[in-house]
């Protein structure tokens, strides 16, 4: 089965420079999240879309934007990076199922992640 | 407060043995439950989704209890390559795409 695709795996930048990060959720998954996990950390949620249009926004830095395209296709863009910003970025999507028009259920399936290092 | 809490050991435990972690939510109106796994520089990947009723995989069982805000994991028969980080995840009561996470319990396993 296809999974989340997250692209690059390894980025390694320097401070003040600028990263893209992309992500294409499963197919027909309509909800992409992002999240960022540091060293010992659990992952912290960055920002999400739904159908394309934002959904909720998490602990993301003001230098972070993200957006999804209308192939569902997401891009988190970074600025100014900092030595902090050096962690796993993960890329998850999820299909909201609804029972008689009420949302009942959902998974989140990960990416397999980028690996960002700032020197 | 965190809205899902873990103990996050390290819980040790010889192969063969049984083991359980508990994780608690804040929120009563929590609607969906997941036992997610995480290996060293991975991602996470789903265990087990925790229905109301409970739900055995193989070795692995879960429970929920909506009355006590807490879900369980128990694996039975503990095997070396079970060792890695477990995440409670719980969504659902304000945004019902918003996913909450635990700070995982670690699981190392010893032959």
């Known amino acids: 089965a296809a999974g989340v695709i997250q692209s690059p795996r390894h980025l390694i930048k320097e401070k003040r420079e600028t990263a893209t990060l992309k992500c294409y959720p499963i197919?027909?998954?309509?909800?992409v999240y992002w999240y960022q996990q540091g060293p010992g950390q659990d992952p912290q949620f960055l920002i999400s879309?739904?159908?394309?249009?934002?959904?909720d926004k998490g602990s993301i830095p003001d230098r972070f934007s993200a957006q999804q395209f209308s192939d569902y296709h997401s891009e988190l863009n970074m600025s100014s990076l900092e030595l902090g910003d050096s962690a796993l970025y993960f890329c998850?999507?999820?299909?909201?199922?609804?029972?008689?028009?009420?949302?009942?259920?959902?998974?989140?399936?990960f990416g397999p992640g980028t690996r960002l290092t700032v020197l | 407060r965190k809205e899902v809490e873990q103990d996050p050991g390290p819980f040790n435990v010889p192969e063969g043995a049984t083991v359980a972690f508990n994780c608690t939510y804040s929120?009563?109106?929590?609607?969906?439950f997941f036992w997610y796994r995480q290996d060293c520089r991975k991602e996470p990947k789903l265990l087990m989704s925790?229905?109301?009723s409970g739900n055995e995989d193989g070795r692995f069982t879960a429970q929920l209890n909506r009355a006590s805000q807490y879900i369980s994991l128990l694996i039975r028969d503990s095997k070396l390559s079970d060792s890695a980080t477990y995440l409670c995840?719980?969504?659902?009561?304000?945004?019902?795409?918003?996913?909450?996470f635990g700070s995982g319990t670690k699981l190392n396993v010893k032959p």
């Open positions: 197919p027909r998954h309509d909800t």
């Open positions: 925790v229905y109301s």
């Open positions: 998850a999507s999820s299909l909201e199922v609804k029972y008689r028009g009420v949302s009942s259920y959902n998974e989140q399936f």
């Open positions: 929120n009563s109106a929590s609607q969906s």
């Open positions: 879309f739904y159908e394309k249009m934002q959904s």
């Open positions: 995840v719980v969504n659902g009561w304000s945004n019902f795409n918003k996913f909450y």
